[in-house]
């Protein structure tokens, strides 16, 4: 039985058969398949999340404005009024505002308000969801003030 040498071990080893590169991407591929499904309804749980913390903050941004002007902003004022000091000096203006920045749903756009609110309570908060319409569902449905856990 003839012995290799230290040469020609270094060169049998030296690469990766074709068999075993193919083995490894089936196994990453699998791999991809399992977890990306997870990952990709995490984010939309996380930005469902954003929103309602959001819609919190302009909750009590809103009953602090009502606490000093004894009235929540009216649909035209819109949620601007809480970030926009009053044209009348002697009014009641916290510094800083009642938000220091209006908020923005993860889909980068703006919070709808109405007042008086017309899914029961006393105004309206919501995002359109991740599809920008009225309706829909999963991530698409509105989430709005009425539908806080």
């Known amino acids: 039985m003839k012995r290799l040498s ?9 690469g990766f058969t074709l ?22 309804s995490r984010i939309d749980e996380a930005q ?11 909750e009590s ?14 649909s035209d004022e819109g949620l601007s009024a809480l970030v926009t000091p009053p044209n009348d000096p ?4 916290p510094t800083g505002g009642y938000l220091d920045r209006l ?3 993860p889909w980068d756009r703006p919070y709808v308000y109405a007042q008086p609110g017309t899914k029961g309570g006393e105004f309206d908060i919501y995002s359109l969801g991740r599809d920008g319409t009225q309706g829909g569902e999963g991530v698409d449905a509105d989430i709005g003030n009425w539908d806080q856990e």
Do not use: C
Not at 61 to 67: E, F, I
């Open 6 to 14: 230290s040469t020609q071990l270094r060169a049998a080893a030296a």
């Open 48 to 58: 469902v999340t954003k929103v309602r913390q959001d819609i919190r903050a302009i």
């Open 103 to 105: 908020p923005k749903d």
């Open 61 to 74: 941004a809103l009953k602090l404005y009502r606490l000093d002007r004894f009235r929540y902003p009216s």
């Open 90 to 93: 002697t009014a009641p203006w």
């Open 19 to 40: 068999i075993e590169i193919m083995v490894v991407v089936v196994i990453l591929g699998i791999l991809a398949a399992l977890i990306a499904p997870n990952v990709i």
